[in-house]
């Protein structure tokens, strides 16, 4: 299985992604620095649902399970 671009490394007490790392790239990211850069298209496999008022990264859906946050 090839490595997943995006991974979470980080959960709140209440299980929210809170911070993520791009296997690709190298660079860590906080929830929002995602949220922005998926906006601006950096990241066509994942899109931004708002979830209880919070903006929350999420990976497009697709028969792939490479791509998804976990």
């Known amino acids: 299985m090839a490595k997943k671009q995006i991974i979470v490394t980080h959960e709140s007490s209440s299980g929210r992604n809170q911070k993520f790392h791009d296997n690709k790239s190298g660079d860590d990211m906080t929830r929002a620095q995602l949220v922005k850069k998926i906006e601006l ?30």
């Open 41 to 70: 298209g950096k990241y066509p496999k994942y899109h931004v649902r708002n979830i209880n008022g919070v903006k929350t990264p999420v990976s497009n859906p697709d028969s792939s399970t490479n791509n998804n946050l976990d």
